[in-house]
């Protein structure tokens, strides 16, 4: 009888709901938890601050304190690129995670686990402390969101011999791969399953997601069991020699380049003077800077290839997926004044340095003037047009085809078109991640929802939640989507979901839109990566130039 009651004991022991006092190892963390049902604990250190000679070097261990930690406030923001020193909320000391939980989950609850990785181009963090609230509730308090920071720009991806040599590269993808071991090592404290993550990220932070499908050649890993692609993003990406001219100026800015031992003289530079020093600059040949210059680098070991080229080869990490865009992608990063074909040509190289006089011509084909905005140049919307599918939209559907072709698991495809008529008489459209606001809530996001998300287009919210809660719950959108919302059925290479506010519907890539995307596949490989072999000045940037045209 006694052994009896001694079991039961302790199975009640195991059924309380987590406290907010969570011991971790190597410190413990007080939470608290919120009035609505959910339990937060904010700004976890999940690894070691990468400073001295931490910097530019892959993540390490937290460092054990034995003092309790207060987890009430949001750690800093890692620097971002061009932003000075200093930058209000951010340091070099940054990688912090937060994690949102139903408070009356418990250490056997083996929740589903949505891991948030923000966007930013990799030269900042866009999507800075989300809250998972609202996305819990939308769950009926069955899951756990958890968001944190990773390094970016400079501190995040620069990449030379030096560094290869006495370093690492790829540090901001090889912190979030840190903050993922992290979930795995301690998610069950907080009610989750670590055999149920679902990685979710927008814009850079889906570029990321494709990263890490594809990592080390696509390896399998147990680090996540489905992905949420959210505007990916493929920039150029190019090896270690190609990225080398980055590193050579910031060491002349700085001064180091005097010293014998470079990249140990930028490891001792104080905070100000490197963070100022930070600043992008154009490629190669190129008069203006890139929208983001910073970025991930084929390194041959992380990162073999271009993304395009494995996802191509059928090597990537086989898990049920979900990837879309918005109707105007390029909208939001694309200059105003742009008039001539010229500049759009120049703002295009600019962006993407190894398109040939030949790929620009056919883009100029496919993307015709049209002069649909007053307010703007003539050649504003179709250059926004030919950059939105060249780095996100042709992408998304490339990497949906060889999911579906290789893949064993499903893939659907979606395509985000609530327009709001701020958003339309700006001349954006329905703009870059703007489904945020939907997916996230009205108030969980650091940015200001449009404004119609508050009326006309309110009903769109409980769509978009009731499709991503139950993709992250069940690995599939449509078992526990919201009632009355159409089944969301799998992508076959033509059909894919169109989210309108009270119009929801499926639909097929237009034939158009399908011939433009595989002339932009075609030409991928070759204008987004240096060779892997030989130097930049063995394979030079394209010759063809354009008049300067003005921001």
Not at 210 to 226: E, K, R, S
């Amino acid at each position: 009888m006694r052994r009896t009651l001694v079991a039961l004991a302790a199975t009640l022991e195991l059924a309380l709901a987590v406290d907010p006092l969570v011991n971790l190892g190597y410190t413990q963390y007080k939470g608290i938890a919120l009035s609505n049902g959910v339990s937060q604990w904010l700004g976890m250190r999940f690894a070691a601050p990468p400073t001295g000679d931490l910097r530019f070097g892959a993540p390490a261990d937290p460092p054990s304190n034995d003092t309790v930690q207060i987890a009430n406030t949001h750690g800093p923001l890692c620097f971002t690129t061009g932003a000075g020193y200093p930058q209000s909320g951010h340091s070099e000391d940054c990688l912090f995670l937060d994690i949102y939980a139903p408070s009356n989950a418990t250490t056997n609850s083996k929740l589903p686990v949505m891991f948030f990785i923000q966007g930013g181009g990799l030269n900042e963090l866009a999507n800075a402390n989300y809250n998972g609230s609202q996305l819990i509730e939308a769950a009926d308090f069955d899951m756990i969101v958890v968001t944190h920071n990773y390094r970016v720009g400079t501190f995040g991806f620069l990449a030379s011999a030096e560094i290869q040599a006495n370093g690492s590269i790829n540090n901001g993808i090889l912190d979030q791969r840190k903050a993922m071991q992290w979930v795995q090592d301690n998610i069950e404290q907080f009610g989750g399953d670590p055999e149920h993550v679902v990685l979710s990220g927008d814009s850079a932070g889906a570029q990321s997601i494709t990263i890490h499908l594809t990592a080390y050649g696509g390896v399998h890993t147990d680090l996540f069991h489905g992905v949420i692609a959210e505007s990916q993003s493929f920039p150029p990406i190019f090896n270690v020699s190609g990225n080398q001219y980055m590193y050579d100026a910031l060491v002349e800015r700085t001064g180091c380049n005097n010293d014998s031992d470079t990249l140990a003289c930028l490891r001792a530079l104080d905070i100000a003077t490197l963070q100022n020093a930070s600043i992008a600059i154009p490629y190669p040949g190129r008069k203006h800077g890139p929208n983001y210059l910073c970025g991930a680098v084929v390194d041959g070991d992380l990162i073999p290839d271009i993304p395009y080229s494995l996802f191509a080869q059928g090597r990537f990490v086989d898990v049920p997926s979900v990837f879309g865009d918005d109707t105007n992608e390029g909208t939001i990063f694309t200059p105003h004044d742009l008039n001539t074909t010229e500049e759009m040509n120049n703002f295009l190289l600019d962006n993407f340095p190894l398109l040939t006089g030949d790929d620009l011509s056919t883009i100029d084909i496919n993307y015709p003037v049209a002069d649909q905005f007053p307010q703007h140049g003539k050649c504003y919307f179709n250059a926004a047009s030919a950059y939105g599918e060249i780095r996100y939209i042709c992408p998304g559907i490339f990497v949906s085809d060889s999911l579906l072709q290789y893949n064993t698991h499903p893939v659907w495809n979606y395509h985000y078109n609530v327009t709001d008529p701020a958003e339309l008489k700006k001349g954006l459209g329905v703009p870059h991640t703007i489904e945020l606001s939907a997916i996230w809530g009205l108030n969980s996001t650091t940015g200001k929802p449009p404004a119609s998300y508050f009326t006309t287009n309110a009903n769109i919210i409980p769509v978009m939640q009731g499709y991503w809660t139950s993709f992250v719950r069940t690995l599939d959108p449509n078992t526990l989507r919201a009632s009355g919302t159409p089944e969301w059925t799998k992508y076959d290479n033509v059909h894919r979901i169109l989210f309108e506010t009270n119009h929801t519907r499926m639909e097929s890539i237009p034939d158009a839109q399908r011939q433009r995307c595989d002339f932009l596949a075609s030409i991928a490989p070759g204008q987004q990566q240096y060779t892997l072999l030989g130097t930049p000045d063995q394979y030079p940037l394209p010759s063809r130039t354009f008049p300067a045209y003005k921001y």
